[in-house]
């Protein structure tokens, strides 16, 4: 049984989790490629911390989706992180890039409800 | 010194002068019995103070000895077996060969039995699982030297997760009989320099005598909190030469009474006490506390008292996890609200208060209001050493107890009971209803949140360890260890009561602890009909693999469940953020920090040393069956692993 008052290792994104990973996106995001924001996803390395499919890790980093933060905000923290979070500038992701990754994160399915295993105490 | 050669022909001219007939191999004198691990008479070694006799003169040599019936390793295995070793962990080597064969033969194996390993640093963490699970030391022997370096690693997380570990080191301490070539490079004049920094306490006995009492001494010293790992360095010479008759008068067993645990003093307690009842907001955070199951329901009654919120850090399994005021998904928040801390065993009490950012500048910033009183109870204010670094930031504290918190839990208890109001009372009561509220809607997001990604491939480590938890949760389940971090399911999800259902981490945080140590522990299970289970890290797996061969060899039930993520993650994490922080992308993280190309068959690898495996499991429909299967091989008394490849978290 272990806690992590203390993150042992790169909290990413980390402030989206206060802000909320649940809230729903209010300013319109530019049309993003989901597609290619998945290989992007991959090969960027977000999957490192916030998991494959953006579920997130209590560990390491909060889930992204399938509802994320609004783009501007995404945006805006990818590029400059208060947390832990490496800061992903415009040299390494490309504007276009970044809203392909929006578009994948978004494109997440909704999980089931009343997984069995999850119900049982 | 004396001169072994010249030793051992006074020795037969004293021997066949006092030869008595029958004074045949037999067994070791009968250890008493000793309550909690602790022998309350002094021992009298039986055969091991026998006159010495020679049973076989060699013609072509004048009469030189080439055998004996009693060798000093003898009387040490008469000193060991007073200490209610089950187990000495070793592979074996010529700097103790002497002990190690009084312990097969002259010790009959048993009590203790050796336990063959394939490296040092396995039968070190071995002991420090073990330790854990049991609750008292298994015995390691090592050689002085290659064996010490070895075992370094492991002695390190020990002594950094306040374990002890028994550690007895061969050397050859007289250099005109070593032979020559390896046993020099196998001899040491200091052999506990290397490892003096990390454990509590060692010697290198002289003389059995010496050796007695020290073995009885480090026994007490280790066991002491803080507790630590303690090593005896003992000759070849003084285990292979035959007991000299001048010293069969001062043999004797010293009689071990364990020293009590320190408690607060009761000013202290007092105070402690005062600020607790009188808190809005107190918070208790617990790391090493519970030493014992007793500490676990010590701590429940602190907590039941005050009605106040519990996060447990998991050094050991000091609350349970269902306890409608365990809180530890809310430390941040909680630590951020407290008025009074109370940190109990807390290996980083500055870090529970405080925030670090580590970015290109590295900042911090305290997580507590301006006025919050901290109250600080731990062993390891009596004994921090200089060099490692293990102590962390200094903790500004109110009140410092240099105490055993399991052991001053009951006074301070009692003394918040005495300060109790009416008033108090009825806040305290509204407070603990909202705190149970708290504990169910921690408990509903935690299972909202491993939905997400549940039929994903890699296994997400929600999925993996909820497919886990289904089918062990009915039995007398322990969690022994979990390397590799993943996103703390276990401990949101799963229903830990008892004290022995979690261990800790290493200590340390040296990688290479998980897969020893959940054996060492599953071995200290076994006898208690517990279901060992552990979640296997793929890079802990990689350091000293050769330890699954020990499960398989000595049939010790452990059920082990890959998180195999392909990476020693945490590292590609940081290279991420060096190569971001340098903006050049990272498109090379994966350079020296993944486990790929080619994938590792870690199911071939256990299989190949005779242990029951499955994997690699890529599917999550195919974890359940995969489970079932391997939970039939456990039952029946083996080990069994199933590889599973999972997400990063």
């Known amino acids: 049984m272990k806690i992590h008052i203390v993150a042992l290792g790169i909290v990413a994104l980390a402030s989206l989790a206060a802000v909320g990973a649940q809230a729903p996106a209010t300013q319109a995001a530019p049309v993003g490629n989901a597609e290619a924001g998945k290989k992007l996803y991959e090969s960027y390395g977000c999957y490192q911390c916030h998991g494959r499919e953006a579920q997130g890790s209590s560990a390491t980093g909060p889930r992204l989706g399938p509802k994320p933060i609004a783009f501007t905000a995404f945006s805006q923290y990818v590029r400059r992180p208060t947390g832990q979070m490496p800061p992903y500038t415009s040299k390494v992701v490309s504007d276009t890039e970044m809203a392909d990754i929006y578009a994948f994160v978004q494109a997440r399915p909704v999980p089931a409800q009343n997984v069995p295993l999850l119900r049982e105490p | 010194m004396k001169n072994r050669r ?27 019995h000793y309550g909690e691990d602790a022998p309350r008479q002094a021992a009298t070694p039986a055969q091991a103070s026998a006159p010495i006799a020679p049973r076989e003169v060699d013609p072509s040599d004048g009469g030189e000895i080439i055998t004996i019936d009693r060798p000093g390793g003898d009387f040490m295995v008469d000193v060991i077996k007073t200490l209610d070793f089950e187990y000495v962990a070793s592979n074996p080597g010529s700097s103790f060969r002497g002990i190690h064969e009084s312990i097969v033969n002259y010790g009959n194996n048993k009590m203790p039995e050796f336990i063959t390993c394939c490296h040092e640093e396995s039968s070190v963490a071995m002991a420090h699982g073990y330790f854990k699970a049991e609750g008292k030391p298994m015995a390691v022997l090592c050689h002085g030297t290659v064996g010490l370096q070895h075992a370094a690693m492991a002695i390190y997380n020990a002594y950094c997760d306040r374990v002890p570990v028994y ?56 066991l002491t909190p803080p507790m630590m790992p303690v090593l005896l360095v003992i000759d070849g010479g003084l285990q292979e030469d035959p007991i000299h008759a001048e010293i069969t008068s001062r043999l004797r067993i010293p009689r071990l009474t364990r020293a009590t645990p320190p408690q607060g003093d009761s000013g202290a307690v007092a105070e402690a006490a005062r600020l607790l009842v009188n808190a809005q907001n107190p918070l208790i955070v617990a790391d090493r506390a519970a030493r014992t199951p007793a500490g676990v329901q010590r701590l429940i009654e602190l907590a039941e008292t005050l009605q106040a919120p519990v996060v447990d850090q998991g050094g050991r399994m000091n609350f349970p996890s269902r306890h409608p005021l365990n809180q530890s998904s809310a430390a941040r928040q909680l630590v ?31 997580l507590v209001k301006p006025g919050t009183k901290l109250v600080s109870i731990t062993a390891l204010d009596l004994a921090t050493k200089g060099n490692y670094q293990d102590f962390q930031r200094y903790p500004e504290v109110d009140v410092a107890m240099a105490a055993d918190a399991e052991a001053t839990l009951p006074a301070l208890t009692e003394a918040c009971k005495r300060l109790l109001t009416a008033d108090r009372r009825t806040a305290f009561e509204a407070r603990g209803k909202r705190l149970a509220e708290t504990h169910g809607r921690a408990l509903e997001r935690a299972r909202a949140e491993a939905a997400y990604a549940w039929d994903a491939s890699p296994i997400s480590t929600a999925r993996m360890t909820m497919e886990l938890w289904a089918q062990i949760k009915k039995e007398d389940w322990a969690l022994v260890a979990e390397s590799g971090i993943m996103s703390d399911w276990t401990s949101q999800l799963w229903n830990f009561e008892k004290h022995y259902q979690s261990l800790g981490g290493s200590g340390g945080a040296g990688v290479g602890y998980g897969a020893p140590a959940a054996v060492g522990a599953a071995l200290a299970n076994k006898k208690h009909g517990r279901l060992s289970v552990t979640i296997q890290g793929d890079g802990d797996f990689l350091y000293a693999p050769g330890v699954w ?11 082990a469940v890959m998180h195999n993520n392909r990476a020693y993650h945490q590292e590609v994490m940081h290279l991420q953020r060096m190569a971001n922080r340098h903006n ?42 995969a489970i079932t299967r391997a939970l039939e091989v456990v039952k029946r008394g083996e080990p069994s692993l199933i590889d599973v490849v999972t997400q990063p978290r």
């Open chain 2, 167 to 222: 550690i007895m080191a061969g050397n050859s301490l007289d250099a005109t009989l070593r032979r020559p070539g390896v046993e020099w490079s196998h001899s040491v004049q200091d052999a506990a320099a290397m490892v003096r920094d990390y454990i509590k306490w060692d010697d290198q006995p002289v003389s059995l005598p010496h050796f007695a009492e020290s073995a009885i001494r480090a026994y007490k010293i280790a």
């Open chain 2, 584 to 625: 050049r992308g990272i498109s090379r993280a994966h350079v020296g920090t993944t486990i790929e190309d080619p994938n590792v068959d870690f199911a071939k690898i256990a299989q190949g040393m005779g242990v029951h495996a499955q994997g690699p499991i890529t599917n999550p429909k195919d974890l359940a069956p």
């Open chain 2, 6 to 32: 010249d030793f051992l022909k006074s020795a037969a001219v004293t021997g066949a002068a006092a030869l008595v007939p029958g004074n045949a191999v037999s067994g070791p004198a009968e250890a008493g």
């Open chain 2, 336 to 366: 951020a609200e407290a008025d009074v801390i109370l940190g109990l065993e807390l290996t980083d009490f500055w870090g529970t208060v405080s925030a670090v950012r580590d970015g290109l500048t590295r900042t911090s910033r305290s």
């Open chain 2, 549 to 559: 061969w020990t499960a398989a060899h000595h049939r010790i039930p452990l059920l």
